[in-house]
């Protein structure tokens, strides 16, 4: 006769080696009732044998020691195949007899896929033909609750899956499905031709490159379904009533994490969704089935529920995103802003409109001169190197020659000799050209690492660069940076680590999925020292009270600076600033005054909730 074994050679010789510690604890135990209450008539040790024989994976040998062996053997073989059983321990726990019947009452472990074990108490029935125990065979021999013709089953239950939700907890996430079409010109037969046609039409405002006759020969040449095109649920809710039911046309559900506002920062969803899929997929349950003949499963022998993923919280907060991409939105040149968390680094929200969504995340990664808003670094390193404090007097002409470069300020406005918190509100080029001059090659560059610009933020779930500001020796070229020309870049995310950095007193680390650490290539430096902090930040509240950022005065304790950074052919505008726990930089690309950021930023804060991290 055939065995397990010989069915699944690898299988069962590792369940025979295996195994052995439990057959040894079946011989023990059917000796110690037998030591105990002799009964040398009893069925114990034929059970002992049957039970050895199906521990090591002999069905063969197992159904031997039964009344019926063919159906016993294929009963057994049903069971080990329908569980996946990688070995089996059994003990036999009691017994009685009287004359010619008995009973052997056993625990049956199985050892399943993926370590899961299911035990149960059953009793074998015996019974003596011609002085020779037998086991009665029958369907309970196996599990207590099998019917005749049934057998088990191993079923395994997809896992859950958790949502993702931003800082306020709403969800930007959540399982659901995406539907894919294909024509199958076997399915559709003599209604291939229609069918094609009816799918065009359908299918045209998602992809118009379709063709019917094309489409059908396609098909036709094809020896299963041709895809067509995977639609959200909106989407299939407006095809499939046009051709959900005609002939050929195969719809698979495919399950799919969904973005409940498809205008929720859908750059950075999309790439959250990428980084933490398989966080979000739970351990998967099973569940033990009685089957009858017709492979119908009848009912649940045993059921272990899966254990859920917890859901994933992103650092994006719904109003400050709504409120941040509102205001890029009305705007018709490429623009964006960033806004972080000084506190805790958490990124609050990353907006692009559609025109700078074109160049890709230019909001995280696009480099650009900062412009004078780079002046907050030029004014920290004067701070730090004891060559101005907030008070001190200095000139702000409007033009000055330094070396071979000659410094305008904007539409030559001429000062003269100015506090430097005066400088800073009314944007003195000349000003800062001066104090840069007289720093040394990595001056501006130490700074600039300091308040967050030049280190490398390897965020999870979002992709940034925060600028490049590199040392030169060059005096023109270390003017030029000390107002935020020259070869000085940043991007937005960078400008806002550099008002977030003034607004801590540190450097916050910039994260955006909880529980994960940013990496940090770069020294950020040491917290700002009491000196530095105070002379910035009412430096930072005068270019809102009475310099160039007017117009968020009345918007709450808002510090900042402006920058207009020139580029052949126009200048970029921007503005960094924080209020309360709330830093943000904004750009636009070729917006020219400053004044656009400004309003830009006043339409983001006006379209937050009062008060808010204030």
Known sequence: MTSLASLTSTASRTSRT?????????????????????KPDGPEPVAAQFFEALVDGDTAAAAQLSDKPAEAQAALNEAWAGLQAERLDTQITGSKYTLDTGTVKF????????????AYDGELNMVRNEGQWQVRWSATGLHPGLGTNQTLALRADPPGRASVNERGGSNVLV???????????????AELMPTARAVVDALRPFDDTLDPQRLAEETSS?????SLITLRKSDYD???PAIGTRPGVVITPQPDMLPTDEKFAPAIVAEVKKTVTEDLVGEPGWRIVSVNQNGVDVAVLNEEPGTPAPSVTISLDRAVQNAAQDAVDMVGKKAMIVAIKPSTGEILAVAQNAAADADGPTATMGLYPPGSTFKIVTAAAALERDLATPNTLLGCPGTLDIGHRTVTNYNAFDLGTVPLSRAFANSCNTTFAQLA??????????????????PDFMVDGIPTVTGSVPPTVDLTERIEDGFGQGKVLASPFGMALVAATVAAGRTPVPHLI???QTEVDGETGEPLSPEIIDGLRPMMRLVVTNGTAKELNGLGDVRGKTGEAEFNGGSHAWFTGYRGDMAFAALIVGGGSSEYAVRMCRDMLNGLPPDYLA
């Open 18 to 38: 295996l195994s052995a510690a439990a057959v040894f604890a079946v011989v023990v135990t059917v000796g110690s009732l037998t030591a105990c209450t002799p």
């Open 107 to 118: 625990r049956y472990t199985w050892h399943l896929p993926k370590a899961r074990t299911w």
């Open 175 to 189: 399982p659901g499905y995406r539907y894919h079409f294909a024509l199958d010109a076997k399915a559709a037969g």
């Open 222 to 226: 094809r020896t299963g379904p041709r």
């Open 238 to 240: 407006k095809v499939f």
């Open 437 to 454: 001059s007289t720093m040394p090659p990595r001056g501006l560059t130490t700074a600039a690492a300091r308040y967050g610009l030049g």
């Open 514 to 516: 909880e529980g994960r």
